[in-house]
Nanobody, 127 residues
């Protein structure tokens, strides 16, 4: 049974940092790609970042480039999202998701591309 469990969310001031974690079980992480998505109140779910573990290829939404970094810890079967210089507009529930590695570039940040999802973790950026 595949399970993804997010952690690390919380309340942070603008300009601060958080590190989210996605613990994956039930699959070989290096056979999959992991995406981070977020959903703010009143908005749809949007893609934030992507990583293919086997080759290290990553992708980011324009809104987070230069501020967020995705990485993997293969020994712990965990993917992280380091979020720096946080802004109020980053406030959302953040989800991690998994999909087989054979997806095309235009689909990497599309929620409908992903097969397995975590429960989400709340990130609130406020003074």
């Amino acid at each position: 049974q595949v399970q993804l469990v997010e952690s690390g969310g919380g309340l942070v001031q603008p300009g601060g940092s958080l590190r989210l974690s996605c613990a994956v079980s039930g699959l070989r992480l290096d056979f999959y790609a992991i995406g981070w998505f977020r959903q703010a109140p009143g908005k749809g779910r949007e893609g934030v970042s992507y990583i293919s573990i086997i080759d290290g290829e990553t992708d980011y939404a324009d809104s987070v480039k230069g501020r967020f970094t995705i990485s993997s810890d293969n020994a712990k079967n965990t993917v992280h999202l380091q979020m720096n210089s946080l802004k109020p507009e980053d406030t959302a529930v953040y989800y991690c998701a998994a999909v087989g590695i054979h997806i095309s570039s235009p689909l990497r940040l599309v929620p409908e591309s992903y097969d397995y999802w975590g429960q989400g973790t709340q990130v609130t950026v406020s003074a």
